[in-house]
């Protein structure tokens, strides 16, 4: 039996590959703009990494890592996203040591043992940002105009950011009580997710697909009822930045990550007809991760889009417009000594580089014409008999359809100057 690609991966045939090219580029372009350099780090890691980085208690780490022991025994992770591994880069090389915004942005591959369906995937690709060093509201606004710009540039006007705070450890532990209390005698209530989720990660019994709706209506406490005073300062800061930039939001208490290093602003950027995909990015701000890493305490945000998501949502948008290539020069030869002249001319032309191709499939004249116009050639060449002897070439220009004759050894001149024309 023939072997496929794994389950949940996918081919990016070259078609494929300029739309993914079209979006890195435009990224790199805003991440410069908004003054993020990218970060590579490795795509596995110590499991420890993630246990500590992500949680022990979340999907991710319990139930979606692709872990394996190495030769040397060690345990090792594909990485499942890439905030702990900027962490872990961030206190290697010290860079806590400056004081400053440290910005960085990534984009690349991750690994998670999803169920595959549109828009979920068991490696996908995120592109995402980390802005390490500060705790100031400005920062939460920069990085969610910096994904907004983005969307816009690319054309997406109907995408809905959901905007939450998640508090602090010390406003959260006693939101947290009230939860508990609340749901103490509706536990019947609960699907069994819920139920598992009350006793581990309470916040995330209001993230529930299922129920979530209902608990609402049910007079759920929410967290935004419960900030403390600088935490409520912090969310209200972030609000009025994003209404002076005019980027829109609707405020989404059901919005919560359950970690204790989450803190204040969390936030979705949504895209509804992808249904239980709609997630194009998810990010907020992570206060506790790097002491919870082991570093010296140090305030951090970021967010990450789902590349696969956001290409699907382009598409369904009709939105996904590709730069057609660069034209080449088709050499059409006939015989032996003829094809050798165009193998040499070929080259000649990529060494000015100009873009060039000759028949490698034994066609006929004619069959090279097709093939010449198939490939969208700009000009085709051709050496045929008597040109050999005369050592020149046709030169046919496939807009226009002239045709001239070129002394062969001037042909990468003559398709210089025009294309300085053009
Ligand atoms: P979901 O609820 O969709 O599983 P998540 O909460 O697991 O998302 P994050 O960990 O916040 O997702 O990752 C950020 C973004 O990465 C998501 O919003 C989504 O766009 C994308 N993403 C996450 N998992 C996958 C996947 N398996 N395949 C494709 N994209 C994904
Ligand atoms: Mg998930």
Known sequence: MAITAPRGTQDFLPEQTAEWQMLEAKIRRICALYGFGEIRTPLFENTELFLRGIGE????????????????????????????????????????????????????????????????????????????????????????????????????????????????????????????????????????DCRERLEKNPLRVLDCKADGEKMMNMGVPLITEHLCESCQSHFQQVQQY?????????????????????TNTAFEIMYAPLGAQSTVCGGGRYD???????????????????????????????????????????????????????FVLQQALRARQIAAEIDLMGRSMKGQMKAANKAG??????????????????????????????PMNELVTYMESNRRDD
Request: aromatic share 10%; charged share 25%.
């Open 57 to 192: 208690t979340t999907d991710v780490v319990t139930k979606e890592m692709y872990t394996f022991v190495d030769r040397g025994g060690r345990s090792m992770t594909l990485r499942p996203e890439n905030t702990a591994s900027v962490v872990r880069s961030f206190l290697e090389h010290k860079l806590y040591g400056e004081q400053k915004v440290h910005k960085f942005y990534y984009m690349g591959p991750m690994f998670r043992h999803d169920r595959p369906q549109a828009g979920r995937y068991r490696q996908f690709n995120q592109f995402g940002v980390e802005a390490i060093g500060s705790k100031d509201p400005a920062v939460d606004a920069e990085i969610i105009s910096l994904a907004f710009q983005l969307f816009r540039e690319l054309g997406l006007n109907d995408l809905v950011l959901h905007l939450n705070s998640v508090g602090c450890p010390s406003c959260r532990p006693i939101y947290r009580q009230k939860l508990l209390d609340f749901f103490a005698d509706k536990k019947e209530s609960l699907c069994d």
């Open 288 to 342: 506790g991760l790097i002491a919870e890493v082991g570093g010296p305490s140090t305030p951090g945000i970021g967010f990450a889009v789902g590349m696969e998501r956001l290409l699907l949502t382009l598409k369904e948008q009709g939105l996904l417009t590709v730069p057609v290539g660069v034209p080449p020069i088709f050499i059409v030869a006939l015989g032996e000594a003829a094809r050798a002249k165009a």
């Open 377 to 406: 050639a700009g000009y085709t060449v051709i050496i045929g008999e008597e040109e050999l002897a005369r050592q020149e070439v046709q030169v046919r220009n496939m807009m226009t359809k002239e045709q001239i004759a070129v």
């Open 242 to 262: 994003l209404q002076a930039v005019g980027i829109p939001f609707v405020k989404d208490p059901r919005l919560v990550r359950g970690l204790d290093y989450y």
